[in-house]
């Protein structure tokens, strides 16, 4: 069984793969065509004739490279060879989107001088040839566009990119143009580009010495051999089809990963040198050719995370033809970060890739390996249908503007390197020393100052930090110089950031307004007048580790109490706004100091009490409620005894103690099995208030100890909850689905790992549940690694069972939405119901919306009227109609994010605010009688708004959906039901007068609607 369950999912994974290929390849009939525009443009270079070149035409590039007065003119004459290389001339190894074929062109031994490889004149000549080609073809009838761009971003070396006028064949490939690529084959002695020892740009000195220029010759070398390295490749892959294949695979891989898809990192060019490195025998022929292009694509993530002959440098020349030596390999790994030496022995392909983006190469190929074992279908869909980009894969994202900086003012534009290169790396290094392990990609090692002390260390410890540098003596004795970073405990994210800020102002003379980190701009949504409440959980925890003290200690109940476990968001930090201590909660002999107003309403926190086991219960479900009761009331008894306030009813019992309100639930696990008669005499199954408190036992237990493991996690659901409230879904998903949502995204990351800052793991929670596939898909969260396959087998049946209706009404399914966990692998305890499948997409279209427009605040940064604060704002024009609610009358106002704007539509009643209740109450000893009448006037679990609603639901059940926000919302909106959901005389009622409807939710409102906005009437069936 095991056995023909492997096989099937090896089917599919090879299904997959296959039309994937198929998709992202061009056909035959295009690549032709492709082909054949590539040859015209050729010809048209080949027919230009002998005429004189002058460098004023590109005096701009000449100026740049520090060449201005010099002689730079010379006869051009059309190149000897021009071919096609590249992907089209590997055969079917051409991917889209960038299907460009690229054309060789030699430049001729003629128009250069012996000694043109010093101080840039090559470059400038080159350039100069590219000119007079791209003149030359401008007014050609078959050219479309010309464009310039550079050859691996690299500024010195432009290339030139033709469009051709499309024929019907290459209209398949959108966006095709053939890029002219200059090489130098022939043109100076390789002697002289020594990368160790020579100088080739006599203005890069230090001392008045002459400094090696091992990039800048590499830069001529690359030229020198790109050629024979092209051909080499492109007939090592030629006739090989799963070869093919694989460069295929590792382009789609690679072009998802913007980050290492990118000039310091990999591009195609670098991924078919490492796919033919490891066909040869100097890498032990790693790939051979009974493998597969799913084989040989596991080999090169291997290779890419785990060889360790990345350390030694890759050289491509076969072990016979080798002509590199041990000194020369010695000087490639001195001078670059990473060493693919090409087939002639005297390049470094890598020479552009920097330790950083290979450490996060490494870092994405390891990660791959782990979406090969450990996800659906051999994570195809992680690895290449899903886009990593900067936004969601980096927890922090930094941009700084270096618009008039001297750093780059002042610099030449060109030495042995770019500048913007050097630039890049002296960020880098800033950043690696200020962060030191803060950081996972850098990976850099900084230890404080030993007892024994180094001088010379703390010397260039002070330097580095300036002011911010201190002398501390440390709980061990230890005497050392350290930074410290003050901030307040929900403030420690933004530690980064003060980092970044001090290192990069005080060592690149930027100004604080260069800089935009995102760091904390979504925070705003999570504060209480500037600060965040998880600030007081100190406090909370303290209260309700003494109310359990307590409560286990009471010895005039008659069962003894064994586990007192809090059920509340809050205790397991998810609460988007925890309580705060309440200055009328705490024990009749505290001397706690009043305010002058203070809440009226105060929430209370749920706490479950198992106790000790006894025979004695009834089995009756009413009875056992009543005996429950009875317990609680004793319990409450007893703790008013201790000074505490009780305020106790049948249906529950509320203790203020410690500044917080606990409402306390017995647990019975025979409630679990409860069984009533109805009139006919059968056995039904009781849906007691047991089963809720199980489940919810269950689940806080389990996201207590992910939270323990991701301490990012807690911030990352608050921003989720406060989210799907902000749109007004708070009717149709429970904050346990939403906590169950986020934690699949820390247990199932890939193709990223798993968030470390809020950012980063909101927009992940956002693209999550607009991607997923609820439809076919369950999703399964497995929190502490419980489930075996049986397990897997038992879900999948179960979402199977209730997928069967599909086909029937693929408009109505329950689940809409399957979340399966080790206690409900049926997904009835949160999602039964709700979301609906049209509440669910509906859901997602505004996910989609808010991560596109959240990943563009991350990348480009805020612009106009779009704002940070546009992710959490809900257009209301949405919805049927709108109540709107006055502000003043709302359990929390300090929580509504926006004041909710008058909605475009036509009112139908307003109505003034009541003058009966009040969110805060006066404290203030002119005002106040007496501490027991201010306790006697708070309302414990009180909301008007979730009053309004009920009675809503409770006097139109079927006549519209109701969404509103229940975190801090003064909009409600309102949408027609279908009238088939309806029975026809309130369908027909509705229909002809919504008006007459939308008056009575006023009414039924009254004192508390301030307007109620007709938008659209219910539409005929």
Known sequence: MAAAIAAAADDSIVYKLSALLEEVRPSAAALRAASEAADAVAGLVKRIPTQQATHEAVAGFVRDLGLAGEKLAFTFRPPEVVRVAGSHAAGGAVARPDVSADLLVRLPKECFHEKD??????????????????????????????????FLDEARKPILHY??????????????????????????????????????????????????????????????????????????????????????????????????????????YLISAILVFLTVDSAGSMINRSMTSR?????????????????????????????????????????????????????????????SAFIELQDEAACALNCLDKCKDGGFEELFMTKVDLGAKFDSCLRINLKGNLKITTSSFCLDDLAWRKLEKDVQSLLQQGLTDRTKMIRVLWRSTPSEWNIMDAIKFRKFWGEKAELRRFKDGTIAESTVWESESWEKHTIIKKIADHVLTKH?????????????????????????????????????????????????VPLKISTVQPLDPAFRHTSVFPPEPHPLAYEKRSSQRLPNFTATCMQSLEVMIQLEGSGNWPLDPIAMEKTKSAFLLKMGESLEDQGMFVTASEDEVNVLTSGYSFLLKIFHERGLLLQKRDGDGKAQNVPSEDKELFLRSQHSSMINGLHGRYQVYGPVVRLAKRWISAHLFSSFISEEAVELLVA????????????????????????????????????????????????????????????KSYEQNPHDIEPAMFLATSYDKASEAWTRHSPSKPVLKRMASYAKSSAELLT????????????????????????????????????????????????????????????????????????????????????????????????????????????????????????????????RDEADETMLDPASILKEVGNVGKGLVRGVYLLKAPKLQ
């Open 744 to 803: 699949y995204l820390f247990l199932k990351p890939y193709p990223f790992n798993v968030p470390s800052s809020r950012v980063a793991g909101f927009l992940r929670f956002l693209r999550l549940l607009s991607s997923f596939d609820w439809t076919f898909s369950p999703m399964i969260i497995d929190i502490n690694n419980d489930f075996n396959l049986k397990d897997e087998k038992e879900i999948n049946e179960n979402f199977m069972l209730c997928r």
């Open 117 to 150: 490889f010093l101080n840039h004149r090559y470059h400038a000549k080159r350039c100069l040839y590219l000119h007079v080609i791209e003149k030359s073809l401008r007014s050609s009838p078959l050219i479309q566009k010309i464009s310039w761009s550079t």
């Open 856 to 983: 563009n605040l991350i990348i480009q940064g805020q612009s106009g009227q779009y704002t940070w604060e546009c992710v959490f704002r809900t257009p209301l024009s949405n919805y049927d109609a709108v109540v709107l609610l006055h502000q003043e009358k709302l359990c929390r106002p300090h929580q509504v994010l926006f004041p909710a704007e008058t909605p475009n539509g036509k009112l139908v009643i307003c109505g003034k605010p009541c003058k009966d209740f009040h969110p805060y109450m006066p404290l203030n000893k002119g005002v106040v009688k007496s501490l027991h009448d201010s306790r006697e006037k708070i309302l414990v679990n009180f909301d008007p708004t979730t009053y309004f609603l009920r009675d809503l639901k409770s006097a139109f059940p079927k006549t519209f959906k109701l969404w509103y926000d229940s975190i801090g919302g003064d909009a409600i909106g309102l949408t027609w039901e279908n009238s088939k959901k309806r029975g």
């Open 508 to 556: 690149l003379s930027l100004q604080k307004e260069d800089l935009i980190h995102v760091v904390d701009q979504l925070d705003f949504c999570l504060l209480v007048g500037g600060q965040d409440p998880v600030s007081s959980s100190g406090a909370l925890f303290e209260a309700f580790d003494s109310l359990a003290k307590k409560l286990r200690l009471l010895g005039d």
């Open 295 to 355: 084989q040989i694509f596991r080999v090169v993530m291997k290779f890419l995370a785990t060889s360790k002959m990345w350390t030694k440098g890759l050289v491509i020349q076969p072990t016979k033809k080798r002509t590199i030596t041990k000194e020369d390999m010695v000087c490639f790994l001195k001078t670059f970060d990473v060493v693919i030496c090409d087939v002639s022995g005297h390049v470094n392909l890598a020479s552009r890739m920097t330790k």
């Open 163 to 268: 469009f051709t006028v499309a024929a019907k064949e290459i209209a398949e490939l959108p966006g095709f143009y053939v890029r002219i690529i200059p090489t130098a084959s022939f043109l100076f002695n390789v002697s002289k580009m020594n990368l160790s020892t020579r100088n080739n740009v006599r203005a890069y000195t230090k001392d008045g010495i002459n400094l090696p220029t091992p990039k800048y010759n590499c830069s001529i070398l690359e030229d020198m051999f790109l050629e024979e390295n092209v051909e080499f490749i492109s007939s090592s892959v030629a006739d090989w089809k799963a070869l093919q294949e694989a460069l295929v695979l590792l382009k789609v891989w690679a072009r998802q990963r913007t980050s290492i898809y990118t000039h310091d990192c990999l591009n195609g």
